[in-house]
């Protein structure tokens, strides 16, 4: 995105420009501050606050200042009462201060750029409220952001403030309906910088892979694929078995010009012979996002109402927003290690969805439920509810954990798997899926030909056929996992959640440390995933970390704990 606006978070340099302008605005101008001879109107020290900026070309055109609610104190705190003040912090508000706009772009969109950043800054750490000092000029913006008076008033210099506040989700329905023709203007006009995206409804949904910043997605820096650490996207730590690597190097020429078998006929009767289920039962695809992306519509349109666990896998409450769908969330939380409520499932599972969406074990906290235990609970849902699990990481937490098996007792049960993850064929695209006769019927019925490439077929079945590998490929990643985790405890000061996949949720010691312990990761080459867009409850203070071999883990460690 490029235009004469560039919207960014300032860094140093551009502190004594800041200052300036904010003596220009609140000294000069308001006379809240005395006239300060050098022109500048420092702020104290305050460490924890953000400032997001919009340059017009190079001048400063306005800076709104933020204060998370991992800061000390908020700003306005100076001028509230105890009581008020502790009203104020009980919901952790992000503190919006000093919208500040150079008189002359007054008239032009800098301001809405400045709050439409502020918007999209908030959500992406997962904030739920904004609370805002308002002068009599500005309230009227806010309430046509959506902030609202609290009745609180307080005097300033020679200004008069009332305290506002506003939900982070009301903010975001206003916004997009109120500013739904002005975002894309506004879109056109701006050079994006921040690290969320401009468009609140993206195409995509965002996902780890920073790693490819590095080696390049046209490959032309392959050879850094060696030196760094992707440990933001779950691939295996390990390679897959010695058979698959033998069918790809045997006779590539043929691999890469030669269609293959259209149905994936040889596939599927693997499949159904190594996990024992029935061949009609299966439906293949290039990964199981081919699987999600085509299975989905099938099942759930608008006014479809559907039950998500929060936080997820982010595509789908990506997917299920796409499709017009009311999702419901049932709550993880950290005072419960992010653990699957089974009796709140059971009762949530009454209300008679259209479509259940379970992530077991659950990605991005690597916490699982027992099959036996998960299938009493999932078993009492209304047979009018489809019950969908995504065993993305199962074969991880132990060779009974998969109900594949059980699809063929419950017709309204759908098993998806990828053999990405635990048959290390991430670059390949294998998944597939199982579920009832008339249900997988259904899905190929609306599938293409060929849906999953020749070396892709070829791999997937000789990973099947050595099924010894992989079980000492697990054992191993369980053994892995604890040297991780007992790592990162013992070098840094974190918490690290109860995990059986691949990877594990880390806690880390203060709230709004995860872009900072992200980005600190990278200048090491170490790519780890900062997961606070995934729910409100991280407060920007967890990052995901895969399980890699010993020496990967001992730079995980490092850079991490910033040794
Ligand atoms: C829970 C879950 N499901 C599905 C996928 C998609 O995997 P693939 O498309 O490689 O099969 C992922 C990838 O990270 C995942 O974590």
């Known amino acids: ?103 002359k772009h ?97 195409e995509h949904c965002a996902h780890g892979g920073r790693s490819f910043d590095a080696i390049g997605t046209s490959f032309d820096r392959l050879d850094r694929r060696d030196r760094i650490v992707t440990a933001d996207v779950l691939d295996a730590w390990f390679p897959p078995a010695p058979g698959v690597l033998a069918a790809l190097t045997a006779d590539p020429a043929w691999l890469a010009r030669t269609s293959p078998p259209a149905q994936a006929d040889g596939l599927i009767t693997e499949i159904a012979k190594a996990r024992g289920v029935d061949r009609d039962a299966i439906v293949v695809g290039a990964g199981s996002s081919d699987l999600i992306y085509r299975g989905l519509p099938r099942l759930i349109g608008a006014g479809s109402r559907v039950l998500l666990m929060q936080p997820t896998y982010g595509e789908y409450p990506h ?85 594949e098996p059980r699809v063929a007792l419950a017709g309204n049960l759908i098993v998806c798997k990828t053999m990405s993850k635990a048959y290390a064929l991430s670059g390949l695209r294998v998944g597939y899926l199982v579920a009832s006769g008339p249900l997988a019927a259904d899905l190929r019925r609306w599938s293409p030909p060929w849906p999953v490439a020749l070396p892709a077929q070829l791999a997937g079945i000789r990973a099947l056929q050595d099924p010894g590998h992989y079980q000492r490929c697990w054992q191993r990643t369980g053994d892995l996992r604890r040297t991780l985790a007992d790592g990162l405890r013992s070098a840094a000061d974190v918490e690290v959640v109860e995990s059986e996949a691949n990877f594990v949720l880390v806690r880390l010691a203060r709230e709004g440390m995860a872009a900072e312990v992200r980005g600190r990761c990278e200048e090491h080459g170490v790519f780890v995933r900062d997961v606070s867009p995934l729910s409100p409850d991280f407060r920007d203070r967890y990052v995901r970390v895969a399980v890699k071999d010993v020496t990967e883990i001992r730079r995980i460690v490092a850079a991490v704990s910033g040794s």
């Open 319 to 403: 997917l299920v927003g796409k499709l017009g769908a009311r999702a419901d969330v049932l709550r993880l939380r950290p005072e419960t290690g992010w653990r699957l409520d089974l009796d709140e499932l059971e009762r949530a599972l009454q209300r008679g969805y259209d479509l259940v969406v379970l992530v077991n074990p659950g990605n991005p906290t690597g916490r699982h439920v027992d099959a036996d235990a998960l299938w009493r609970v999932l078993r009492t849902a209304p047979a009018s509810t489809t019950i969908w699990v995504d065993e993305a990481y199962v074969d991880y937490a132990g060779p009974a954990q998969t109900l």
């Open 106 to 202: 007054r008239r032009g969109p800098v301001a809405a750029l400045l709050m439409y950043a502020v918007l999209r800054w908030v959500v992406a750490r997962g904030g739920r409220s904004v609370i805002a000092m308002g002068r009599a000029e500005t309230q009227d913006m806010y309430a046509r952001l959506g902030l609202r008076r609290t009745g609180v008033e307080f005097t300033a210099g020679a200004q008069r403030y009332g305290l506002m506040r506003g939900d982070v989700a009301a903010g975001r329905v206003v916004v997009a309906q109120r500013y739904r023709r002005l975002l894309p203007r506004l879109g056109a006009l701006v050079r994006w910088e921040l690290d969320v995206p401009f468009d609140a409804s993206p």
């Open 1 to 103: 995105m490029s235009g004469p606006f560039t919207v960014r978070v300032a860094t140093h340099q551009d502190r004594d420009e800041i200052f300036r302008l904010r003596h220009e605005v609140y000294a000069v101008e308001l006379r809240q501050y005395p006239i300060d001879p050098r022109g500048r109107l420092d702020e104290p020290a305050d460490s924890g606050n953000v400032h997001l900026l919009v340059l017009a070309g190079d001048e400063l055109a306005g800076f709104v200042s933020l204060t998370p609610p991992s800061a000390p104190r908020y700003f306005v705190e100076r001028y509230l009462n105890e009581a008020a003040a502790r009203r104020v912090r009980a919901d952790s508000p992000y503190e919006i201060r000093a919208l500040t706009v150079r008189a």
